[in-house]
């Protein structure tokens, strides 16, 4: 006989009462705080989202500069971006100094050269241009042939400013100037030469078209820069010079003394180019077109001195000069050995083109180094 399972009692279930109607109320308020709040930080969030998107964009699409300056501050080493802007040079270009020079005078001192040279007209000065050492016939009028070119040299140097610059030689430049029989330092026409190598064609070998090229490259015209040449020479003073031209072909206006020729060399030699170039044996111009390796230029005076020098004396630049009217010219720097004091040399209408070299060889030996 199956006896009944007896069952274990159940616990009495609690009464749930009915909510108050305020309790309902505070109830509503508290879900109504909690949408507001969680509406706030899902905003929050998806700004937060949105903003990171941004610069993750940004980011990417900057380009990373890999190379760095590594810059002392302190004792921190800082990295620093490469500067990609304008670059200040390290030193300021120094200030241009204008020339400054007077008028030599004779006075008792004053030895007379007399028939210790050849030529005809001479005179030598201290590179000061304070005081006329020697002279003959110094302040007589000459035809300066070449020596001219020493004027072009200034004016001309004055008026560059980029010595990179090209110009290009014409034939209706050195068509007139091989008519007239002058001295060509060996550019093409069509040629398209730097203004610096046009500088030293002017003076080492004498070119005239040099001369002229650079006339119309800083002038526009030979004519515009010979009224240039010649405000130049009141400028400095010169009261019995005059120019025509600027390589110095003869003309019965184009005139000057030995005592000024000598202020103007003075006076180009204070310009540091000027004074190279003046200064220069040799010098090879900048490859171009018509000239693959260059024009090789010499200076006329520098191959006339063979390597002899005066006693006592070094002659270290100076521009030699020739016309049928002024015959050979000289107009050179010397500077004495043992003091390095400067002295400027003009000689005109020497007899020979190796005796002007013989003259100033013979004159800076005998009046500098005592």
Do not use: W
Request: hydrophobic residues 40%.
């Amino acid at each position: 006989m199956n006896t009944p399972t007896q069952q274990r009692p159940r616990p009495n279930a609690p009464q749930r009462r009915r909510p108050t109607p305020e309790e309902i109320a505070r109830h509503q308020q508290r879900l109504q705080r909690r949408r507001v709040v969680g509406f706030l930080l899902f905003s929050l969030l998806l700004f937060c989202i949105c903003m990171l998107g941004r610069a993750i964009h940004h980011a990417s699409t900057v380009p990373v500069d890999t190379e760095t300056d590594v810059i002392a501050l302190g004792d921190r080493n800082t990295l620093m971006p490469e500067e990609t802007t304008s670059v200040l040079p390290e030193e300021a270009p120094a200030p241009v100094v204008i020339p400054q020079i007077q008028r030599p005078v004779a006075d008792a001192a004053t030895l007379s050269l007399g028939d210790a040279v050849d030529s005809q007209y001479a005179v030598l000065i201290t590179a000061d241009t304070s005081a006329i050492i020697a002279q003959k016939s110094a302040n007589a009028r000459i035809h300066p042939a070449s020596l001219t070119k020493i004027m072009s040299l200034i004016v001309a140097y004055e008026a560059i400013d980029d010595l990179t610059e090209t110009f290009t030689v014409t034939s209706n430049i050195i068509d007139p100037l091989y008519l007239a029989e002058a001295t060509l330092a060996g550019f093409s026409p069509g040629e398209a030469v730097p203004v610096q190598d046009l500088l030293y064609g002017m003076i080492l070998p004498s070119g005239a078209e040099a001369s002229v090229s650079l006339a119309i490259h800083t002038a526009g015209s030979e004519e515009a820069f010979v009224e240039r040449m010649n405000d130049k020479a009141k400028e400095m003073g010169l009261k019995n010079t005059h120019f025509t031209n600027c390589s110095g072909l003869h003309d019965a206006d184009h005139y000057s003394t030995c005592t000024e020729m000598a202020m103007i060399l003075a006076y180009a030699m204070q310009y540091p180019l000027c004074r190279e170039i003046l200064s220069t044996y040799q010098y090879t111009t900048t490859p171009t077109e018509k000239h693959p390796e260059g024009v090789l230029l010499t200076s006329t005076m520098f191959s006339r001195v063979y390597g002899d020098e005066p006693e006592g004396a070094t002659i270290v630049a100076g521009k030699t000069g020739y016309t049928h009217q002024a015959h050979h010219c000289l107009a050179s720097y010397g500077q004495r050995d043992r003091d390095g004091a400067g002295f400027i040399l003009v000689t005109v209408d020497a007899s020979g083109k190796f005796e002007p070299i013989f003259d100033a060889i013979h004159v800076y030996s005998e009046y500098i180094h005592k």
